[in-house]
T-cell receptor
């Protein structure tokens, strides 16, 4: 079964540092997403990406965040200057329109100290 | 009003019991509806899509009431392995997902 993969599984970084979270969506999917889940809270939408550009972003997705699809397979989320409150699980998801649902990757746990 | 609202639980039920979860959503333009299951510190996994006609998958039955903006999930003959958090998810034309807070279920031996 095709799957979304994410690396690293856990990233520890110091406040103010830049981090890049990586995702490999399912190969024939066209829509890509990032969500985050702070411990004990609900999953929140960050950004959607289609046709090499952002199609929608939430209030959380401020100037510190950016996304990129640098090649045909990877989809990245960059946080330029991390804050303590960025500590969360970050899930990548992809969607193919021929199916009903989005497929989620296993997540990257980001810890900002 | 929250976009997607669920009772957080926890629901503690004995094995074999029937349990029902409810969810309400605020955006009447919502088009797609899902129940996802999330185990502790793992990614959400699709349990089932929810259709207007209602749908069943083994021990799981989902219902959608568009007029009341209400979605339900019924689990029959619950198993220990059903213990998880059940996430109500709503999507509109932009395909982004809006999640509820989730309902925790613990099935007791």
């Amino acid at each position: 079964e095709p799957e979304v993969t994410q690396t690293p599984s856990h990233q520890v970084t110091q406040m103010g540092q830049e981090v890049i979270l990586r995702c490999v969506p399912i190969s024939n999917h066209l829509y890509f997403y990032w969500y985050r889940q702070i411990l004990g809270q609900k999953v929140e939408f960050l950004v959607s990406f289609y046709n090499n550009e952002i199609s929608e972003k939430s209030e959380i997705f401020d100037d510190q965040f950016s996304v990129e699809r640098p090649d045909g397979s990877n989809f990245t989320l960059k946080i330029r200057s991390t804050k303590l409150e960025d500590s969360a699980m970050y899930f990548c998801a992809s969607f193919g329109r021929t199916e009903d649902e989005q497929y989620f990757g296993p997540g990257t746990r980001l810890t900002v100290t | 009003r929250k976009e997607v609202e669920q009772d957080p639980g926890p629901f503690n039920v004995p094995e074999g019991a029937t349990v029902a979860f409810n969810c309400t959503y605020s955006n009447s333009a919502s088009q797609s509806f899902f129940w996802y299951r999330q185990d502790c510190r793992k990614e959400p996994k699709l349990l089932m899509s929810v259709y207007s006609s209602g749908n069943e998958d083994g021990r799981f039955t989902a219902q959608l009431n568009r007029a009341s903006q209400y979605i339900s999930l019924l689990i029959r003959d619950s198993k220990l392995s059903d213990s998880a958090t059940y996430l109500c998810v709503v999507s509109s034309g932009t395909y982004k997902y809006i999640f509820g807070t989730g309902t925790r279920l613990k099935v007791l031996a």
